[in-house]
């Protein structure tokens, strides 16, 4: 998501996302994480499937 594409968003939605919201959905892909791994105490990366 560009900067534009977030400033549209806020338009059309008639609102002002915090700068820290702003700050994270730039810098880390939307606020998603890019594939659905997680860490646990024993190992890390493990991969999320089906629910």
Do not use: A, C, W
């Not at 549209?8 to 915090?18: C, F, R, Y």
């Not at 606020?31 to 629910?51: A, I, M, N, Q, Y």
């Amino acid at each position: 998501m560009s900067e534009l594409e977030v400033k549209n968003t806020e338009d059309k939605l008639g609102i002002k996302l915090p700068q820290d919201l702003y700050t994270l959905i730039l810098s880390y892909n939307h606020g998603r994480p890019d594939k659905f791994l997680f860490d646990t105490k024993t190992s890390k990366e493990h991969v999320l499937g089906t629910l």
